[in-house]
Every structure is written in structure tokens, then in C-alpha cells.
């Protein structure tokens, strides 16, 4: 109808009162003009005067088929469609952005943590993940580099031509980088930053930590870079009460009330040798597992515990994956294979083989 939709939505009530009305032309194109009579004048109008200006308004915007009736219902239908965008995008930006499915097997983005290869650099690291099948890799800070530049430590301090080669590496193994840590949150939030700068320059999904002291300072840092954080369990420390980390209880106290984007790094492995059900722990965490550093291990407990392959130790891993299914979990698994330090390739691509084979369907 010509009619010019982003000035009618910039109109508001404030012009009409102040005279502000609508007039077509033959074309359909519509300008504004203004009344003459004023809000004063109009209340001292009589009724058949009113009506009588009333219809003349009405036949000024008959050329183009506009009555005052729908032009009101489409600001309405604006101002709601311009809503609903802004709380879409709004609700897009509290999830933050997704592993692609490309990076994916059996439906999970599973690869390594770099530690898993900590006697190797970080390039190296890349490598074994790639041969053992995985798609994406959690780094940890303080590995070496490289061969070539062995004393260059890999970390959030890390220059942005160290960074270019470090993404450099993974474009050529085709794994993408997806998680940092466990690295140690500052309060001091100039020094939080910079950890998640460099988190934002690398894309990772999310950040790794242990530190709940500074679960402000993290909110924020949260909120600011759209960028999740896990907080990481290592095994109940009988010499330090004060350690409650390993408590799946205690992590939900922490993350419950705080912005979504903040939960656990569920490392079942530590929770077997916590004597906790790691299956549980996933359940009391309902909806807050941001990652996983997924374990089987041979015994629950401490005595005597490794890592081995998914399926053939006591960690219930169908069962971990069934409930992390059902919960929507779109984070990272890393596969945190702490035996046989020095070639256990084999071993972390037997784990991948397990989550490739993994079709269960779900019980209703």
C-alpha cells in the first residue's frame, strides 16, 4: 500500500495528541500532517463536529484502503514481532553457541584432554587425538609446544602467533579445540579476563575450574563473554575437609541460583575413587553438566585404580551416556586417560569406538 512501516512504528501516542495524523494521496503514499485543532479545542468541539473531522480523516486515508483501525493493529503487530526477535536473540545468547554435529560421534563431542598425553606438546597431543578417531580436544595450560619449541608453554598467556599456530595444527588434523582447563579463576577480575579473551579467541565452548571462590567474579565473566564454565571434581582429600569439590551436592549449591551457563565438569573417574555413584551425581545434576571428563575405571575407590577402556570397568558408561542423553547434554566428553601414560592411543581410541557404537534408544 506504500504504506512507509518504519515511520508508523517511530509514531507513538505522544503525536497523536500532538496533532500528528496520517494523509494519503491517490498512490497510496502517505505523509503526515498536522491537525489543526488542539487537543483543547478538540474536547470543546461538539459531537457532531467531532464526527464530522473524524470522517474527513478517514477519507484522506481511503485512497489507500487505510482505516485508523488497521493501521493501530499493524504497529501492534510490529511492536510484537520486534519483541519476540529481541527476546529470541536474547534467549540465543543465554545457551551461547553449540559443538557443530560435525564434531560429533554417537551423538557426543568426544575426544581427548590433552593431559591424557601430558608426556607429549601440545602438538603432538593433537596428533594422538586425531589418530585415536577424536573430533575435539580440551587443553590444559602449561603443556610444552611443540617439538620444534619446546620450551614455549601453552596457556592463556599464549601470543597471538603461538595461538595462530596452535589453531593451525588442529585445521590440519581437522579437531577442533572445545574446553580449557582445569585452570585456576582469579577474583580479581582484570586477571579473570584474560583467560576468557583468550577462551573467546580460541572458541572454545567452555572453561575448566575448581576455583568456586571466585563464583562471582565468574558470573560475570559468564555474562560478559557468553562462554560456559564447568567446575571440575578431583577425589575427596581425607588431609583437607575443606576441599568439596568431589561433592556433587556441593557443586549443585554453588552453580543452582547462578546463570545458566555454569555447572559441573563431571569427572567420573574422581567420583569413583570418591566412593560416589557416578551415574547419581549426573542425575543430582540435572540440567547443569556443562562437560565431562569421562572415565571407566577398574575398581571404585582409591586402592589400587586406573583407567580402562570404556565397557570393561566398573564406571557404567552406558548408563552415564544414556542419562547424559536424556538430560539434552550438548557439551564436551573428554576422554581423561590417566594409564599408560606413554601409548595409550589404542586405549583412548578403544573409548571412542564404544561412544561410536553407543545407539541405545530410551526408555520412556
Not at 590433552?114 to 585415536?132: D, M
Not at 599464549?158 to 577474583?187: C, F, M, R, T
Request: hydrophobic residues 35%; glycine residues 8%.
Amino acid at each position: 500500500m506504500g504504506l512507509r512501516f518504519t515511520r508508523l512504528f517511530a509514531l507513538t501516542s505522544t503525536d497523536f495528541r500532538a496533532g500528528i495524523s496520517p494523509q494519503a494521496d491517490e498512490t497510496g503514499n502517505v505523509s503526515w500532517i498536522n491537525r489543526q485543532d488542539t487537543p483543547r479545542q478538540r474536547r470543546n468541539q461538539t459531537a457532531v463536529q467531532r464526527r464530522v473531522q473524524d470522517e474527513t480523516e478517514q477519507s484522506a486515508l481511503a485512497p489507500a484502503g487505510l482505516t485508523w483501525r488497521n493501521i493501530m493493529t499493524s504497529m501492534h503487530k510490529i511492536m510484537r514481532c520486534g519483541f519476540l526477535l529481541v527476546a529470541a536473540t536474547a534467549l540465543s545468547n543465554l545457551h551461547g553457541e553449540k559443538i557443530p554435529d560435525e564434531y560429533k560421534i554417537g551423538g557426543f563431542a568426544i575426544g581427548a584432554q590433552a593431559y591424557t598425553f601430558n608426556r607429549f606438546s601440545v602438538f603432538e597431543a593433537i596428533e594422538k587425538t586425531a589418530a585415536a578417531g577424536g573430533k575435539v580436544i580440551e587443553f590444559y595450560p602449561g603443556q610444552r609446544l611443540s617439538l620444534e619449541e619446546p620450551t614455549v608453554k601453552w596457556d592463556h598467556n599464549a601470543s597471538e602467533e603461538i595461538i595462530q599456530k596452535v589453531k593451525d595444527k588442529l585445521a590440519k588434523h581437522k579437531v577442533k579445540a572445545v574446553n580449557y582447563g582445569v585452570v585456576g579463576i582469579p577474583k580479581d577480575e582484570n586477571a579473570a579476563r584474560k583467560i576468557f579473551e583468550f577462551a573467546k579467541k580460541m572458541g572454545f565452548y567452555a572453561v575448566t575450574t575448581e576455583s568456586d571462590e571466585s563464583i562471582d567474579t565468574i558470573e560475570k565473566m559468564v555474562k560478559e563473554f557468553d562462554i560456559k564454565v564447568g567446575f571440575h571434581d578431583h577425589p575427596k582429600r581425607a588431609n583437607n575437609p575443606n576441599y568439596r569439590m568431589w561433592d556433587p551436592n556441593y557443586v549443585l549449591s554453588l552453580v543452582k541460583d547462578r546463570d545458566s551457563r555454569i555447572g559441573s565438569c563431571a569427572d567420573t573417574g574422581h567420583w569413583l575413587a570418591s566412593e560416589v555413584d557416578p551415574l547419581e551425581a549426573i542425575k543430582i545434576l540435572k540440567g547443569r553438566v556443562i562437560s565431562s571428563h569421562l572415565k571407566d575405571r577398574n575398581v571404585r575407590g582409591l586402592a589400587g585404580h586406573h583407567d580402562v577402556p570404556f565397557g570393561t570397568g566398573v564406571g557404567n558408561i552406558g548408563g552415564i551416556l544414556d542419562e547424559l542423553k536424556r538430560q539434552g547434554f550438548a557439551g564436551n566428553i573428554s576422554i581423561e586417560y590417566e594409564y599408560n601414560w606413554n601409548d595409550s592411543v589404542v586405549d583412548v581410541a578403544q573409548c571412542i569406538g564404544f561412544v561410536r557404537g553407543y545407539a541405545r534408544p530410551l526408555k520412556q
